[in-house]
């Protein structure tokens, strides 16, 4: 029942920005944490970073001091602003539940790839 839509991923430069936008509806947005995630090629899918219900945002240390996740609870919006993109940052990033349980599913996720 839960629809997630991720949008903004792009092509750009080593040392560029990007800003990623994912719409959820069918849920109550603001009674869950919501995370990104990322899959690079040949790898498996990696957590990202998190907005809690309440508290402090979380990062993978990968990314910690470039990247900033957000949310808007009027708009049941989650956003990644991506700073100082490397291209070990190459992937196709989703957004989902913090907690994805055996009966969720997933987006088609946005292509980020980092390349000069």
């Known amino acids: 029942q839960v629809q997630l839509v991720e949008s903004g991923g792009n092509l750009v430069q080593p040392g560029g920005s990007l800003r990623l936008s994912c719409a959820v509806t069918g849920t109550t947005f603001r009674r869950y944490s919501w995370a990104w995630y990322r899959q690079a090629p040949g790898k498996q899918r990696e957590w990202v970073a998190t907005t809690p219900i309440v508290g402090i945002e979380a990062y993978a240390d990968s990314v910690k001091g470039r990247f900033t996740i957000s949310r808007d609870n009027d708009r049941n919006m989650v956003y990644l602003q991506m700073n100082s993109l490397k291209p070990e940052d190459t992937a196709v990033y989703y957004c989902?539940?913090?907690?994805?349980?055996?009966?969720?599913?997933w987006g088609q996720g946005t292509q980020v790839t980092v390349s000069s």
């Open positions: 989902n539940e913090r907690f994805v349980g055996p009966g969720d599913g």
